[in-house]
């Protein structure tokens, strides 16, 4: 595959400071029009990984290629990109117009995103003439997330993008991404809410004090992980008889509840059709879920 | 428009505000100079006062005692004073330490460096706004003089000399900008970098006055930039190339340290 077929690439990406290890040997590939998740608690890596990709941090091992170039190289590829930091900054005493305007023209590209995103995001002419200083938290990140985008970018890193927004702006940056996505710009996405990586992205990475702890895609991790099953039966059973199939984590009267892997889902179902069963609930983990187990 | 026009205008915005009451002071202090330079009783004051001080004193005013109680003198104290210094060290500091440290500080810089903009155009533009302030308030102190000797001329007192004071001014506190450019291009805080140039500046000028009271400290005196700004001896006999050489070598290493360590560094 061509190297531009991946708008990201990490090969041994590693940073420390001192004796502190912020990132280890981190090898990742995201594709061309892809949404890509990126997971994991505070202090994981992630916004350190996000600044190496974007060269505002110098690599200890291994490098970063963005859009196909090396990041430590050059500069203008930084054109086709947009970036949201997790805890965005402005200049207090500009306005919001001047603050994009002045974003706009480093970037060097026309800002042909920006009424749309404005108008998407429900910030007005009112609100743009305004100094940043008086704008609320949820104002600040509306107008990091149209910085970030308003130059159509073919790469956007977002950290953190829905902090501090309401549900209903929310959506509506759910619905800029879906639509920037049908533009064919790769989305790059940090975030602590599972929820949100699981709605936006179809692959994700978790990360774990700077390590890489797994890649696949949301579907995989989902599939990979226990299912939960909730029996209710007749009368009691003996639990003996199903802690041999996988983790009872619950149980109380004639309801009982295990962690079962997809292996011994065919046995399981069996054992169950031998005792006195009235209901059965398989449910699949959700990201959060994976996500929590594997951080346990 | 290029980044570095963009980022031009972005120092111009942030630092227009402080530099037009600097400037206008300036350029009032350098006026109100020429007025007191042709005021007999005054120079009677200052000829007795000077006679009683003690050298300690005269050392500090960086001036010969002779020349500054003759109106061309006393107008050159007003390029030595420490009010004038002060004006041009609020720029020569501030500029910089904004720009590269209070961008970091503010976490504004993150924004910036994540555009197609190469480092060293951030210092670049950073040291331009810096030249150009500088600039602005050198003239300004020029334009002062200027306009109370054209308007109402002191006898055997050519305009022309100051202005070469003033280039000399503005030579002197550029080399200091480089100076806390560097500061600012290792700082993290705007704070920071204030401490590291202001400190360098302050001790720089203690040293000048001490190596001049002292003669147990008089060979340490070429290690002051402040040697090489003497607005006395440029009345008399114009810029010598030891003060145009000396601080523009300083400035010169000041700025490779900012372009490589700014480079190289981490945001």
Same mark, same amino acid.
Request: charged share 20%.
């Given at each position: ?296 | ?34 007025? #007191?330079? /042709?005021?007999?009783? =005054?120079?009677?004051? %200052? @000829?007795?006062? &000077? ?7 005269? !050392? ?56 197609? #903009?190469? /480092?060293?155009?951030? =210092?670049?533009?950073? %040291? @331009?706004?810096? &030249? ?7 003239? !300004? ?10 308007f109402r001329p002191v006898e055997g007192v050519s305009t022309l000399r100051y202005g070469l004071v003033a280039l000399q001014l503005w030579l002197t506190f550029a080399c200091w900008g480089c100076v806390a450019l560097a500061a600012s291009a290792l700082s993290r805080e705007p704070g920071q970098a204030i401490a590291w140039a202001a400190g360098l500046m302050a001790g720089s000028y203690v040293l000048d006055y001490a190596a001049r009271v002292w003669t147990l400290l008089a ?49």
């Amino acid at each position: 595959m061509p190297t531009d077929a991946f708008p990201i690439r990490a090969v041994g990406l590693g940073k420390r400071y001192g004796s502190l290890t912020a990132l280890t040997d981190l090898n990742l590939e995201v594709g061309q029009g892809e949404a890509f998740g990126f997971l994991g608690p505070n202090g994981a890596g992630k916004t350190t990984t996000i600044r190496l990709l974007l060269g505002l941090l110098r690599p200890t091992t291994g490098e970063a290629v963005v859009l196909g170039k090396r990041v430590a190289r050059s500069a203008a590829w930084r054109g086709d990109v947009g970036y949201l930091p997790g805890d965005v900054k402005f200049w207090p005493r500009l306005s919001g117009e001047e603050t994009l305007d002045f974003l706009g023209g480093l970037s060097g590209r026309a800002a042909l995103a920006r009424n749309g995103l404005l108008k998407r995001l429900e910030l007005g002419p009112a609100e743009l003439a305004r100094p940043v200083r008086t704008y609320s938290d949820g104002m600040r990140q509306k107008l990091g997330i149209v910085q970030a985008l308003q130059c159509t970018p073919k790469l956007a890193l977002l950290d953190e993008p829905t902090k501090g927004l309401d549900p209903l702006m929310q959506q509506a940056f759910y619905e800029i991404v879906a639509d920037m996505r049908r533009h064919g710009t790769t989305v790059f996405l940090s975030s602590h809410v599972i929820a949100e990586v699981e709605r936006v992205c179809e692959r994700v990475a978790m990360l774990r004090a700077g390590k890489l702890v797994t890649v696949g895609t949301v579907v995989g991790l989902r599939q990979a992980e226990r299912r939960r099953v909730v029996a209710h039966f007749r009368e009691p059973v003996d639990l003996a008889a199903l802690a041999h199939f996988g983790e009872v984590v619950a149980s109380a009267e004639q309801r009982v509840e295990l962690l079962v892997g997809q292996a011994q889902m065919p046995a399981l179902v069996a054992r169950l059709g031998m005792l006195p069963l009235v209901d059965l609930l398989v449910e699949r983990p959700t990201l959060e879920e994976a996500f929590l187990e594997r951080y346990r | 428009m290029s980044a570095m026009r963009v980022l031009l205008r972005h120092h111009v915005r942030l630092h227009r505000m402080p530099l037009v009451p600097l400037a206008a002071g300036l350029a009032l202090f350098e006026w109100i100079m020429t007025f #007191v330079a /042709r005021q007999p009783a =005054v120079s009677r004051f %200052l @000829t007795s006062a &000077l006679n009683a001080a003690p050298p300690e004193f005269l !050392a500090l005013l960086n001036q010969d005692l002779v020349s500054s109680v003759s109106a061309q003198g006393i107008i050159g104290v007003g390029y030595a004073h420490p009010f004038a210094l002060l004006m041009m060290a609020v720029v020569a500091v501030r500029v910089p330490s904004a720009a590269l440290a209070g961008e970091i500080g503010r976490g504004t810089m993150d924004l910036m460096a994540a555009r197609p #903009v190469m /480092r060293a155009a951030h =210092v670049a533009a950073a %040291l @331009t706004a810096t &030249l150009a302030g500088l600039a602005i308030l050198a003239a !300004a102190a020029y334009a002062g003089t200027l306009v109370g000797l054209v308007f109402r001329p002191v006898e055997g007192v050519s305009t022309l000399r100051y202005g070469l004071v003033a280039l000399q001014l503005w030579l002197t506190f550029a080399c200091w900008g480089c100076v806390a450019l560097a500061a600012s291009a290792l700082s993290r805080e705007p704070g920071q970098a204030i401490a590291w140039a202001a400190g360098l500046m302050a001790g720089s000028y203690v040293l000048d006055y001490a190596a001049r009271v002292w003669t147990l400290l008089a060979p340490l005196r070429p290690l002051s930039l402040f040697r090489y700004y003497e607005p006395q001896r440029v009345v008399n006999a114009g810029i010598s190339g030891i003060d145009v050489l000396v601080p523009g070598a300083v400035g010169a290493a000041a700025l490779l340290v900012a372009f490589g360590v700014f480079w190289r560094r981490d945001l």
